[in-house]
């Protein structure tokens, strides 16, 4: 999984659905199996790597506060198990999260009592009020290009103007699929990108790059480098 997390897994894709939020955008069968696999790891990825702490671990997650005002408002998009999402709460941030895995929403929901989990595509999904800050760790690389840039598209109805935004991705080229390493005999869908190909796709939706960071892989990751990069919403 991915969202939220520090350590390159986050669940695909988030989002629930409030008010005027239309239903999940249609599925490819790679988006459909993305999501049965983080319902089925969600608790053995809880238990693997939402006690890590470590300042590496911890890392992106402390630059992406660092561009950040106190008591920010953020959206966690593919919050996964709430780490990320909690991680910001106790840093003073205003925190809701969004997922299209129930079972990872349903860990946010009973670690994080105190935070608005929901679910839904994050294609689609909008929070109720306007946010300072977007934070997408590890939960859009499950997404086919086009739909990476739709969801840029979405950001930019509710991010406020000159908010931040992070995004955590996989360094590489081209698109794969790998083995789950909670899963070893199903594979899961990733989009890999260069650094260069992510700058040039926030500056095409409007977003500046104001900087980047890079981590090498860890055990239970997928093997590839870890590209984080802060833009603002021009």
Same mark, same amino acid.
């Given at each position: 999984?991915?969202?939220?997390?520090?350590?390159?897994?986050?669940?695909?894709?988030?989002?629930?659905?409030?008010?005027?939020?239309?239903?999940? @955008?249609?599925?490819?069968?790679? $988006?459909?199996? /993305? +999501? =049965?696999?983080? %319902? *089925?790891?969600?608790?053995?990825? &809880?238990?693997?790597?939402?006690?890590?702490?470590?300042?590496?671990?911890?890392?992106?997650?402390?630059?992406?506060?660092?561009?950040?005002?106190?008591?920010?408002?953020?959206?966690?998009?593919?919050?996964?198990?709430?780490?990320? @999402?909690?991680?910001?709460?106790? $840093?003073?941030? /205003? +925190? =809701?999260?969004? %997922? *299209?895995?129930?079972?990872?929403? &349903?860990?946010?929901?009973?670690?994080?009592?105190?935070?608005?989990?929901?679910?839904?595509?994050?294609?689609?999904?909008?929070?109720?009020?306007?946010?300072?800050?977007?934070?997408?760790?590890?939960?859009?690389?499950?997404?086919?290009?086009?739909?990476?840039?739709?969801?840029?598209?979405?950001?930019?109805?509710?991010? *406020?103007?000159?908010?931040?935004?992070?995004?955590?991705?996989?360094?590489?080229?081209?698109?794969?699929?790998?083995?789950?390493?909670?899963?070893?005999?199903?594979?899961?869908?990733?989009?890999?990108?260069?650094?260069?190909?992510?700058?040039?796709?926030?500056?095409?939706?409007?977003?500046?790059?104001?900087?980047?960071?890079?981590?090498?892989?860890?055990?239970?990751?997928?093997?590839?480098?870890?590209?984080?990069?802060?833009?603002?919403?021009?």
């Amino acid at each position: 999984m991915f969202a939220g997390s520090s350590n390159g897994r986050t669940p695909p894709f988030g989002g629930g659905y409030l008010g005027s939020n239309p239903g999940p @955008a249609a599925m490819d069968g790679k $988006n459909k199996n /993305a +999501v =049965e696999i983080y %319902d *089925l790891i969600a608790e053995d990825y &809880a238990k693997k790597f939402d006690p890590i702490e470590s300042d590496e671990d911890l890392r992106f997650l402390n630059f992406f506060l660092s561009h950040l005002k106190p008591k920010s408002t953020i959206l966690d998009i593919g919050c996964g198990t709430g780490f990320s @999402a909690g991680y910001f709460n106790e $840093n003073g941030m /205003a +925190v =809701e999260g969004v %997922d *299209l895995s129930k079972n990872m929403i &349903a860990i946010a929901k009973r670690n994080y009592p105190n935070i608005k989990f929901t679910i839904g595509d994050l294609r689609e999904f909008s929070p109720q009020k306007p946010v300072n800050a977007v934070w997408a760790g590890y939960s859009l690389f499950h997404f086919e290009q086009t739909s990476l840039e739709k969801t840029l598209e979405r950001i930019k109805t509710y991010l *406020l103007p000159n908010g931040i935004f992070g995004l955590a991705m996989q360094e590489g080229v081209g698109e794969i699929e790998l083995n789950e390493p909670f899963l070893p005999k199903k594979k899961i869908y990733i989009h890999l990108y260069t650094k260069e190909e992510l700058v040039k796709i926030l500056e095409k939706h409007g977003f500046e790059v104001i900087n980047q960071d890079l981590k090498k892989t860890a055990e239970y990751e997928f093997p590839y480098n870890k590209i984080l990069i802060i833009a603002r919403l021009k």
